[in-house]
């Protein structure tokens, strides 16, 4: 679910996948990435999913 607005949907459903992931094993992250994962913003969501990663990196 790639396009413009989709960093506010997939943050809001982080606090519901991420345990559930975790429960059936398909991830482990140590505390520290837990927590930045639960920590993410919807724009920083957007640029990661916006970014063509061929391309440059962006501000450089």
Known sequence: MKGIGSG???GSTI???LPALEQHGRLELGQSD????????APTIDRV???DWNGPVPGF
Request: hydrophobic share 45%; glycine share 6%.
């Open 8 to 10: 506010m949907w997939h």
């Open 15 to 17: 606090p519901t996948l």
């Open 34 to 41: 837990r927590d930045r994962v639960l920590a993410i913003s």
């Open 49 to 51: 999913l916006g970014h």
